[in-house]
């Protein structure tokens, strides 16, 4: 069955640091892989999308790779402040169908001043 | 404001009871979505427009949820004999087809408790 895998636990880090996330799937085939931030109890919003063409995608301090043989992308938040202390969820669509983008778990960072 | 807006932004209803969320996208996009976000999980993809036509209902959770687009433009997404189950965020979403990024733009989601 096809599964989309976002670490549930929340990451706690601390001011300047770089916090790593990660999204893992199976039985994808997606064109691209998006990242999108949540605040609690608003919608999310849209940080990168990342192309299966692509390695690795940067804006300002974010930076984002995929690994279409590993079938995981790593997102990351470098210089963390704590206005960067949200729920991250990653999505992907399957086989380019269309912008129905399928949503993981997401994971939620504290970042600690 | 331009973005996508969703009401009402909170609803509380008894069990049994139908309720009725409306969704007004950005103006230029032609693509609506719906999904239903429980606590602390992601997402759930419920159903798609492409101007008036619905390309993709089969995720709607049962017979008893419906949405509709009648003109291309604002959807309303209705669920029937509410449970306590329904209880979640209901987000809209929507996009422009042709887009190279493939951004969904979300609104601010329409909050359901069932009693």
């Known amino acids: 069955s096809q599964k989309i895998e976002q670490n549930s636990e929340a990451l706690n880090i601390q001011e300047g640091k770089t916090a790593t996330l990660t999204c893992n799937y199976t039985?994808?085939?997606?064109?691209?892989l998006q990242w999108y931030r949540q605040d609690p109890g608003r919608g999310p919003v849209f940080l990168l999308l990342i192309r299966e063409n692509e390695k690795e995608k940067r804006k300002e301090r974010l930076k984002v790779t995929f690994d279409t043989t590993l079938k995981q992308s790593l997102f990351h938040i470098t210089a963390s402040q704590p206005a960067d202390s949200a729920t991250y969820l990653c999505a992907l669509d399957h086989l380019g169908a269309g912008n129905k983008l399928t949503f993981g778990g997401g994971t939620r960072v504290l970042v600690k001043p | 404001d331009t973005g996508v807006s969703q009401d009402p932004r909170h609803k509380i209803t008894k069990r049994g009871q139908n309720v009725t969320f409306r969704c007004d996208p950005i103006s230029e996009h032609n693509r609506l979505y719906w999904y239903r976000q429980t606590l602390g999980q992601g997402p759930e993809f419920l159903t798609y427009?492409?101007?008036?036509?619905?390309?993709?209902k089969s995720r709607l959770l049962s017979d008893r949820f419906s949405a509709e687009r009648p003109k291309g433009s604002f959807s309303t997404l209705e669920i029937q004999r509410t449970e306590q189950g329904d209880s979640a965020m209901y987000l809209c979403?929507?996009?422009?087809?042709?887009?190279?990024?493939?951004?969904?733009?979300f609104g601010e989601g329409s909050r359901l408790t069932v009693l």
């Open positions: 979403a929507s996009s422009l087809s042709g887009v190279d990024t493939g951004e969904l733009f």
């Open positions: 427009f492409q101007n008036e036509a619905q390309l993709e």
């Open positions: 039985n994808y085939s997606p064109a691209y």
